[in-house]
């Protein structure tokens, strides 16, 4: 996440931009449900072939893929399957559900700003990280 400052002519900017990253925030996570959704079932499929296929010849799943690279801090799957992207894809919806869960909350404790009326002059200087504001600073009152 980046951390940046904004600035604000009023209080509603603030809560537009907010509300702006919640609808986007939810329109993405809605189309990696869908993904998700699609891809589990061929996910589930895939997964219990591979598992009947192995008990009828005798063997163990092997506990480490051979298609599985570790460089560094990234993960590199070679030959991926529908259940390495279904994987991929949960880590997303995570993130994003996340995401929606922290600009929420920023939103809410933000309703102090609707009750303030007519700011005309003062400038809202904003902290933010990620889009989300930690931190208002009020000048030219």
């Known amino acids: 996440m980046s951390v940046q400052i904004k600035e604000y002519n009023s209080a509603e900017a603030i809560a537009e931009n907010l509300d702006k990253q919640i609808d986007d925030t939810k329109t993405s996570l809605s189309l990696y449900i869908q993904k998700l959704e699609e891809i589990q079932s061929v996910a589930e499929k895939s997964k219990r072939i591979r598992e009947v296929m192995l008990k009828l010849a005798g063997k163990k ?58 700011t005309e002059g003062i400038t809202y200087t904003v902290v933010e990280n990620g889009d989300v504001p930690e931190k208002i600073l009020l000048s030219g009152l």
């Open 61 to 118: 799943a092997p506990a480490e893929s051979l298609g599985e690279l570790q460089i560094g801090s990234l993960s590199i799957i070679l030959e991926a399957n529908a259940v390495h992207e279904m994987e991929a894809i949960e880590t997303v919806v995570r993130s994003k559900q996340a995401r929606l869960l922290t600009l929420q909350k920023a939103r809410e404790d933000l309703k102090w700003l609707d009750q303030l009326g007519e």
